[in-house]
């Protein structure tokens, strides 16, 4: 147990202030909670989770929201919850290697929203013109999915490759001698 304001808590208690101090958009209560409990067990994978969410979202330090991400992901490599936040960061960031190897652990990961992890893979493949591949995990993402209004997201995607996969070959000309 430790002490925080002349009070006893414990690693799980503090962290679950913590969450709740974010859920009432509290951030700056919530980094110091996260921080101190980081401080005193640097091995608790959730603290770090929430670190990198607020780091991400948040404060938009996208490096301490990566090493938050990935130390979590190192210490509880079984936690679903990071898997998410961790790739969507690394595919806003076009890190294509990490994309693969992230995504290729979280579909391995009980509890993981396969349908989030392909769509994320759907929408690195489009930023980086791989046309075929980004409708490949679309599709896959599209029948994992059970949340009408991310299938509608999902069927945005698909039609957003297709439109472009017409719009490049209506410009690819052939010479003819």
Same mark, same amino acid.
């Given at each position: 147990?430790?002490? %925080?304001?002349?009070? +006893? ?37 959730? @603290? ?7 780091? +991400? ?11 938050? %991400? ?5 210490? #509880?490599? $079984? ?6 936040? +961790? ?8 890190? #294509? ?6 995504? @290729?652990? @979280? ?7 396969? /349908? ?7 929408? $690195? =493949? ?7 591949? =980004?409708?490949? @995990? +679309?599709?896959?993402?599209?029948? /994992? ?6 299938? #509608? ?9 297709? /439109? ?5 070959? =209506? ?7």
């Amino acid at each position: 147990m430790k002490t %925080f304001m002349n009070t +006893y808590y414990t690693i799980e208690e503090k962290y679950l202030q913590a969450t709740d101090k974010l859920s009432y958009g509290k951030t700056p209560k919530a980094l110091q909670l996260l921080n101190e409990i980081v401080s005193n067990d640097p091995l608790y994978a959730r @603290a770090h989770h929430q670190l990198g969410k607020i780091y +991400y979202y948040d404060i938009e330090d996208y490096q301490t929201a990566g090493y938050h %991400f990935k130390t979590c992901m190192e210490l #509880e490599p $079984s936690f679903p919850g990071n898997y998410f936040d +961790y790739l969507d960061l690394v595919v806003f960031l076009n890190m #294509e290697t990490q994309v693969s190897i992230i995504a @290729a652990k @979280a579909l391995t990961v009980p509890g993981v929203d396969v /349908a989030d992890i392909y769509d994320l893979l759907g929408l $690195s =493949a489009e930023k980086n013109k791989k046309w075929s591949d =980004a409708l490949g @995990a +679309y599709n896959k993402a599209f029948e /994992a999915v059970t949340d009408n209004s991310q299938r #509608e997201k999902i069927e945005e995607g698909i039609n957003r490759v297709k /439109a472009k996969m017409q719009r490049n070959s =209506a410009y690819q000309y052939t010479l003819v001698s």
